[in-house]
C-alpha cells in the first residue's frame, strides 16, 4: 500500500516519497483464484451465537465488552449474515461496504478486523489482479480481501461450556421411572402376552428377588407351555 505521505502536498525541496515497487499493492496479495469453503447459515448462527458468548467470557468489570468487543461484534455479524454465501463460501467485502453495514467507520473496521483475526475467529487472504493500460501495458491492482470464518476450536481463549447437569428427579425433563417388573408383567399378562415373555419379563432383573421367586413358581406350574 502507498504511503500516507502520496496524499499530503509536496513540502519546499522535498520531492516526494519514493517507493521501489513495481505495483502499490501489499507485497502478500495473492493473484492466485481463492477457493471458499461453504459454510450453512445454521453453522454460521452456531458460530455468531458463540462469539457473543466468547465476549461475555472475557468482559471485566469497568470496560465495555470482552476481548471481542462491540464493533468486531458488529463487524463479524455483517460479515456472517449479510456478505457470506452459505452456498459457497464467498465473502470478500470491500472495508467501505463492511462499515456501512456495521455503521462503523474504515478505520474501526480495520482494527475490528485485525482483532477478529488476532483471536482466531477470521482469517482473510490478500488479493491482486493485473489491469491493462491504455499503452498496452499492464499494473497489479489490489482486489478485496477473501474472508474466512472459523471454528470455535479455533479461537484463542474461549471455553466451551459445561453440559447443561440432568433434572432433577421429579421435575419437569426428567424421565419417568419405569413401573415395577412385577405390575409389568401383570400389565402384558392382562394384555394377553404368553406366558413365556411374562415369565421372561419376570426373570430380566436379577435384582428383584420376588419377581424371581415368580417366574421360578410359573416355570414349574407351566412346565413345558414355557
Not at 525541496?13 to 459454510?39: I, N
Request: glycine share 10%; hydrophobic share 40%.
Amino acid at each position: 500500500m502507498r504511503s500516507i505521505a502520496y496524499a499530503l502536498p509536496p513540502l519546499p525541496g522535498f520531492a516526494g516519497p519514493r517507493t521501489f515497487a513495481a505495483w502499490p499493492v501489499w507485497r502478500d496479495s495473492t493473484t492466485k483464484e481463492v477457493h471458499f469453503q461453504p459454510l450453512p447459515k445454521k453453522e454460521a448462527a452456531r458460530r455468531w451465537h458463540k462469539a457473543r458468548r466468547f465476549d461475555r467470557q472475557t468482559h471485566t468489570a469497568g470496560k465495555h465488552g470482552g476481548a471481542i468487543g462491540r464493533p468486531a461484534l458488529a463487524v463479524l455479524y455483517v460479515l456472517l449474515f449479510d456478505f457470506l454465501d452459505f452456498t459457497t463460501g464467498q465473502l470478500d467485502p470491500s472495508y467501505d461496504a463492511i462499515a456501512a453495514k456495521a455503521g462503523v467507520c474504515r478505520r474501526a473496521v480495520a482494527g475490528a478486523l485485525q482483532r477478529l483475526k488476532a483471536l482466531g475467529l477470521l482469517h482473510w487472504q490478500r488479493r491482486s489482479r493485473p489491469e491493462r493500460e491504455a499503452g498496452g501495458g499492464y499494473r497489479q491492482v489490489q482486489e478485496t480481501n477473501a474472508y474466512a470464518s472459523l471454528p470455535p476450536s479455533q479461537w484463542l481463549g474461549y471455553r466451551e461450556p459445561p453440559p447443561p447437569p440432568p433434572p432433577e428427579p421429579g421435575t419437569w425433563g426428567d424421565h419417568p421411572p419405569l413401573p415395577p417388573v412385577i405390575a409389568q408383567a401383570a400389565a402384558d399378562l392382562a394384555a394377553g402376552s404368553s406366558h413365556r415373555s411374562v415369565l421372561g419379563l419376570l426373570e430380566s432383573d436379577p435384582g428383584d428377588q420376588l419377581a424371581g421367586a415368580l417366574a421360578r413358581l410359573g416355570r414349574a406350574i407351566f412346565g413345558s407351555q414355557t
